[in-house]
């Protein structure tokens, strides 16, 4: 769940890098809405599952991993749909979280969508 979490950040930095750094103003909105969302998800992540097991402790700095940032969205997007997958499948979840992480998926086979389009 931690790796999601690291994902989940990395996806909404990669997503700003490139919105800082385009010249087309499309792009610009569009790199935007690529991020909407993330910061609840990873909120809900952080409370619900971590939080909630009184593991708190596991909240460092080095949260962001920059090793796992890509400028490829839409691999990127593809890579956390089949780390949520993943989870999903594993026997550790449970059905509220299972739930949860369904969502998340839903929403980034959005993003995945939005990102092709790049």
């Not at 700003?16 to 087309?24: A, E, F, L, Q, V």
Request: charge should be negative.
């Amino acid at each position: 769940m931690y790796e999601l979490l690291q994902k989940l950040i990395a996806f909404k930095y990669a997503c700003k890098i490139n919105h800082w750094s385009t010249t087309k103003y499309s792009s610009h909105l569009l790199f935007d809405r690529l991020t909407n969302d993330i910061d609840t998800w990873v909120d809900e992540i952080a409370e619900t599952y971590f939080m909630a097991s009184d593991n708190k402790n596991i909240f460092k700095p080095d949260l962001l991993n920059p090793k796992i940032i890509t400028s490829n969205l839409t691999l990127f997007c593809e890579q956390i749909i089949s780390h949520l997958e993943k989870l999903q499948n594993s026997k550790d979840t449970n059905e509220g979280l299972n739930s949860l992480l369904s969502g998340i998926e839903q929403g980034f086979l959005g993003k995945l969508a939005l990102a092709k389009l790049i």
